[in-house]
């Protein structure tokens, strides 16, 4: 029941404009996000400052800027 066509951006054949903005079942079906509700779930905040090697972790690698948003 799965539609087994190739994306158009993928296929070697001319295809119609449509073709590249059509969406599939899923995509249209999934409900969006809701923050309100969700709200413990979903996370928009965001970390600034370098990494570092995650298996040796050093000071330097833990300063971080935490921001509330990402804007």
Known sequence: MGYDNPLAVLSEKPQLLYNYFKQQ???VTNPPIDVIREEVVTAVGT??????????????SARHIYLETPL
């Open 25 to 27: 079942f899923a995509q």
């Open 47 to 60: 970390t600034i400052g370098k990494e570092g090697n995650l298996l040796h972790p050093t000071a330097k």
